[in-house]
């Protein structure tokens, strides 16, 4: 009875400090399951991984931050590594119904839950065509938030100094009445909010969609122009204030050239509409010109040394054209003279000239009657020439005077009278001895 007593405690004892170790080691399992349940319930829901690739992983957590499409959960980000290229690849469980959702070539960006910072998620957005995604989005369509701190650094320090300035004025001035003000302004506002409407879209301009942001792109610069420069802006200020004193004492003269200005802008519209004609002309003429203007280039760069050297016979001619003077006087007359005969040569005169002694002059002659067979086959005035020629060689000067070479012969024409021509009789016994 002892011994059984005994055993049955020390059984007890042995149940308790083995639930007690069992207890502990199921604590310890669901403390690690706890921990570790974001991972677990991730590897056990069905997905798709995909890769994406950053420059810096900007506090993402394996297995904490989300990945979205437009603010909608589709899955989580499982891995965040560094790799030896200097690329962090980003690697996400998303679900498979959302994975055709991305497109071909979506991209993403890391941002924060909210303006402050504090958890981020991995964005998605969908881009491409529509088809399958590889599942790896690289680094060129990626990109991480800016910082209301990186922000915050890059203003100057007056700038940041001026900002802490404004908050504490704009305090007093809500402190001092102007909250009063302003629920004021908000109890009028919807009476003017119609108008304000209206002057806010003729704002938009005629392109809403360019015009506005062009104006405001342009202020843009012309700020950081004035900015750029220190104390143009003073300078500019005070040269418009003495043109306003000029123009202030000049009203009378402003007023007469107001005055004037509608007639003379009609006559410059008029000139204007013909220049435009003009101008189109000299267009579509500019073109084929080119050419012959560069050549013209060319032209007067070779032209130069030859007016350098022609200087100086330019300068002799001014005493020729001096002497040449009189004459020129003394051929008015004579000009009108000829004029006078140049105009009785007109008519028949030269239709006789152009005609029949023309052609008398320019054909062959040949002899008919009983001067048949001479002549020549040349025309009229070879013949002339040549007979020129050969008078002129048998003209002798010397200095006994000029004399005239003539030597007489004879031939079987030489003999008249006769019933048949001797020279032709021989000619024609030669033409058929020569066909025999």
Known sequence: ??????????????????????FIVV?????????????ILTTLEPGETITVEFTAAHQLREYVSDAKIAGVPIGVVTSVARTESGVTEVKAKVDEDDLGKLGSAPSAKIRPTTMLGGNYYLDLKPGGQDGSFDGRIPVDRTSLPVELGDVASAIQPDARKG???SIRDLDDTLASGGSKQLKELARRAPGTLGPAAGVFDAMRGTQPRTDLPRLVRGLEATSRTLAAQRGQLDAIVGNLATTSDILDRRASDMATATAGMPETLRAAKSGLR?????LTKLGD???????????????LDRLDPVLAEARPVVNDMREVLAQARPLVDDLTPASRKL????????????????????????????????????????????????????????????KNGSTINFHAGYG?????????????????????????
Request: hydrophobic residues 40%; proline residues 6%.
């Open 412 to 436: 079987p024409g030489s003999v008249a009278g006769l019933p048949i021509s001797l020279e032709q009789m021989f000619r024609h016994l030669a033409g058929q001895q020569e066909g025999r």
């Open 339 to 398: 004029k006078t005969s140049f105009d009785n040569l007109d008519g028949p005169v030269l239709d006789r000239v152009n005609g029949p002694i023309m052609e008398t002059f320019t054909t062959p002659w040949h002899g008919t009657g009983r001067y048949a067979g001479s002549g020549s086959d040349r025309p009229m005035y070879q013949v002339l020439a040549h007979l020129a020629a050969t008078a002129d060689r048998a003209t002798t000067v010397d």
């Open 274 to 278: 013909k220049l435009d004609g003009t």
């Open 1 to 22: 009875m002892v011994l059984r007593k005994v055993f049955a405690s020390r059984s007890g004892r042995v149940s308790v400090l083995r639930l007690g170790v069992a």
């Open 163 to 165: 900002i802490r300035s």
């Open 27 to 39: 604590a310890l399992l669901a403390g690690v399951a706890l921990f570790q349940k974001n991972k």
């Open 285 to 299: 003429t500019a073109g084929p010109a080119r050419p012959s203007v560069r050549e013209l280039g060319r032209t």
